[in-house]
């Protein structure tokens, strides 16, 4: 697996990949928000020795369907796409996820590679080969594992981000933080980790650096992989809950108050140290994200929602990555149904919703 590029230089770093990668056919899938701010900057890039189909989809996560997959798939038969043509996906997480497994089915896959424009992006979704669409009600539902030819991560799209976008994407950098080395958890809990764009950057190198190595070891998520669903699988029932109610919340706040739970089943099972959960209420959820509303009616979706996940087999045997501190995380942990909504009925009560 190609590791991340890493660059100061977009345009430059592009030019090189293109020269790099044999190709006949380029291909760009951006979203409406990427094409007015981003896509720019780096055009005549694009352009410069070939003609280059721009492929536009609306931005957000409710466009991460199948519709906006198959206008995509349209988009490159009208174009001529072949099995040596190039797409290239610059966006955030719902571009280059959407755009990884429209590459990865089209004539039984082309290749692609990805630009992230978020912090999200770079830290989570453009590296790893996993790639999807989100498919009744529930988060990438329908995809397949393919890998970029390569992933271009640079800073210079964050300038144009909003403070919510950032937030999302630190949600993700603190996962990673709890699950691999208490030294850059306390970079993450260092309130200036927005403000310093030379702090922030560091701990995304970092993300990606040890999501890499994770990835290349366990590609399929047969193994060590897991530990990177850590927070994840009560932040995408309580994400995928809210979307069913046309009030989604970003990916990173979802994980952030996954992590919530996640913790305090730890804290069960493995007895991780309490004052780990009021560390993290304190310092970084209620310092950046808002909790998600739910009630004790909730419940039964929010299992529901789990037992849906491509993670879990069955209800009664769900399983969660858990802490025994911070940087040691174990996989496959048992959960009942009643361990969970007894850690849900915490969350509400730490959380004042």
């Given at each position: 697996m190609m590791l991340p590029l890493r660059t100061e230089n977009l345009r430059a770093a592009l030019a090189a990949t293109l020269e790099e990668i044999?190709?006949?056919?380029?291909?760009?899938l951006t979203d409406s928000n990427v094409a007015t701010?981003?896509?720019?900057?780096?055009?005549?890039?694009?352009?410069?020795?070939?003609?280059?189909?721009?492929?536009?989809i609306p931005a957000g996560e409710d466009n991460k369907n199948l519709d906006t997959l198959t206008q995509v798939w349209s988009s490159l038969s009208e174009g001529g796409a072949t099995r040596n043509s190039l797409l290239i996906n610059l966006g955030g997480g719902v571009v280059t996820d959407l755009g990884g497994f429209a590459a990865a089915s089209f004539k039984r896959g082309i290749r692609f590679v990805n630009i992230p424009?978020?912090?999200?992006?770079?830290?989570?979704?453009?590296?790893?080969?996993?790639?999807?669409?989100?498919?009744?009600?529930?988060?990438?539902?329908?995809?397949?594992?393919?890998?970029?030819?390569?992933?271009?991560?640079?800073?210079?799209?964050?300038?144009?981000?909003?403070?919510?976008?950032?937030?999302?994407?630190?949600?993700?950098?603190?996962k990673t933080a709890m699950i691999s080395?208490?030294?850059?958890?306390?970079?993450?809990?260092?309130?200036?980790?927005?403000?310093?764009?030379?702090l922030l950057q560091d701990a995304m190198a970092e993300c990606v650096r040890f999501k890499a190595r994770v990835t290349e070891e366990d590609p399929h998520e047969s193994g060590l992989r897991k530990i990177l669903n850590f927070g994840h699988t009560a932040g995408h029932a309580l994400e995928s809950l809210m979307l069913t109610r046309h009030t989604p919340v970003t990916h990173g706040c979802a994980v952030a108050n996954g992590i919530l739970v996640a913790l305090i089943l730890s804290h069960m099972h493995l007895s991780l140290q309490s004052d780990q959960i009021y560390l993290y209420k304190d310092r970084i959820l209620q310092h950046y994200f808002p909790p998600i509303p739910f009630t004790c009616k909730?419940?039964?979706?929010?299992?529901?929602?789990?037992?849906?996940?491509?993670?879990?087999s069955a209800s009664s045997d769900w399983k969660f990555v858990l802490l025994s501190a911070i940087g040691t995380p174990h996989r496959d942990?048992?959960?009942?149904?009643?361990?969970?909504?007894?850690?849900?009925?915490?969350?509400?009560?730490?959380?004042g919703i």
């Open positions: 044999s190709h006949s056919g380029l291909f760009l701010h981003v896509l720019p900057k780096i055009l005549n890039v694009l352009t410069d020795k070939e003609e280059a189909r721009i492929i536009e424009t978020t912090v999200l992006g770079a830290v989570d979704a453009a590296v790893g080969g996993k790639t999807g669409i989100d498919f009744n009600g529930l988060k990438n539902e329908i995809g397949a594992f393919a890998n970029a030819e390569c992933v271009i991560i640079s800073s210079e799209p964050l300038a144009t981000l909003p403070r919510e976008e950032i937030l999302s994407g630190l949600g993700e950098i603190v080395s208490g030294e850059l958890y306390q970079k993450v809990l260092d309130d200036k980790i927005l403000s310093d764009t030379n909730d419940y039964d979706k929010l299992a529901e929602i789990i037992s849906h996940d491509k993670k879990n942990i048992s959960v009942s149904k009643e361990d969970l909504f007894t850690a849900l009925d915490i969350y509400k009560d730490l959380t």
